[in-house]
């Protein structure tokens, strides 16, 4: 494949540009400030809107309401999927959502959310966090006038659902299907018609047929959209996001402005929130699978593993397309690469040792 072909054709070199140094202005009245946080979620939606509002008030609290920063839900203030842009040029102080949403603007932005066949969260935080991620995400984001932090991930997803049993490759073909990031070009790759669509509109596109299938996120948020309702059949494990951070951008103008402290209790309470939402998702998604199965009449299937090799290929392409992109982009491959190969030799006989072992425990009794 060629991969500047594919990069022109899937509409992202355009919007790599660099965007000129907007300052926003934050609301101040008698030495307290107000920023305005949008994000790409229905507001106060289980997890995600939540985690969201957590990340809000806990930096409200540590100032002890110095800096009030206000939740605005999917389209309050602006459209979801426009909330990188109104950070951007000072409409907005702050957004919450999946980097990989901006990925228009730049592709290196799918890593510092999710890329099929990447890292699991607790790999996506060791790269970000002492791999040399953050400074890359930094540089990259400053060019959009951002300062970006973690602030959120929901662990490896689901593969998504289907109106109708999915046993070979030939059956994804002509399928519309809802798929963001570099896992959505993966999909193309492979005859799927993919269509982006921000959470609280896909429901409605599967009732109504405009789509075949989604993904969303897990059990306990897609038992909440209430998908089983249409279609039956939730297929596993995804490819396409193993471990999905979520981001918080601020405002470079606004960031720079902030004294030194704080900015340490916004990191933290980013932090702390990428930490708190995880473990959220690991303690409810058993139990909504749970019920998606024994209340709700859920198929759950496995891909086949031609399938899922099918999707490995694509997505080692459309993934290392991205280092063709620019010289940035390069070096975000290349780093990211590297601590893939690194992290997975210690999770294969860590955690996923550990788990295959405790399978055959629990199976025995």
């Not at 699991?120 to 540089?139: F, H, K, M, S, Y």
Request: aromatic fraction near 12%; include cysteine; proline fraction near 4%.
């Amino acid at each position: 494949m060629d991969r500047r072909s594919f990069l022109k054709s899937a509409g992202v070199a355009a919007g790599a540009t660099a965007a000129s140094a907007t300052l926003a202005t934050p609301a101040i009245s008698q030495g307290n400030m107000e920023l305005k946080l949008v994000t790409t979620w229905p507001k106060n939606f289980p997890g995600l809107g939540t985690g969201a509002q957590r990340f809000a008030d806990k930096v409200t609290a540590a100032t002890d309401g110095r800096i009030t920063v206000k939740l605005f839900g999917a389209g309050e203030l602006v459209p979801p999927f426009e909330s990188f842009d109104a950070v951007q040029s000072g409409t907005a102080d702050m957004y919450h959502g999946a980097e990989y949403y901006w990925q228009g603007k730049h592709p290196a932005f799918a890593f510092f959310a999710a890329v099929p066949m990447g890292l699991t969260a607790p790999e996506q935080n060791a790269w970000v966090q002492w791999g040399g991620g953050q400074e890359l995400w930094d540089e990259l984001s400053a060019q959009f006038n951002i300062k970006p932090l973690q602030c959120g991930n929901t662990g490896v997803q689901m593969g998504g659902w289907f109106r109708n049993e999915i046993n070979t490759v030939e059956d994804l073909r002509g399928l519309k299907f809802r798929m963001p990031g570099l896992g959505g070009e993966a999909l193309r790759q492979l005859g799927v018609s993919v269509i982006n669509l921000p959470g609280g509109e896909i429901f409605q596109a599967l009732q109504s047929g405009a789509i075949d299938g989604t993904e969303w996120v897990g059990p306990w948020n897609d038992l909440a959209f209430g998908f089983y309702k249409i279609t039956k059949y939730y297929y596993y494990p995804g490819f396409h996001e193993p471990g999905p951070t979520l981001g918080v951008g601020i405002n470079k103008g606004v960031w720079d402005g902030l004294s030194a402290s704080d900015q340490a209790i916004i990191s933290s309470a980013a932090r702390d929130e990428n930490d708190n939402m995880y473990a959220e998702f690991m303690a409810k998604n058993g139990q909504a699978l749970s019920t998606l199965i024994n209340e709700h009449g859920v198929e759950l299937k496995r891909f086949s593993d031609e399938i899922f090799d099918a999707f490995g290929a694509a997505s080692e392409e459309v993934v290392a397309a991205v280092a063709d992109h620019d010289d940035l982009g390069k070096r975000i491959y290349d780093s990211y690469i590297k601590a893939r190969k690194d992290l997975a030799g210690w999770t294969d006989i860590s955690e996923q040792a550990y788990s295959l072992g405790r399978d055959r425990i629990i199976g025995k009794q």
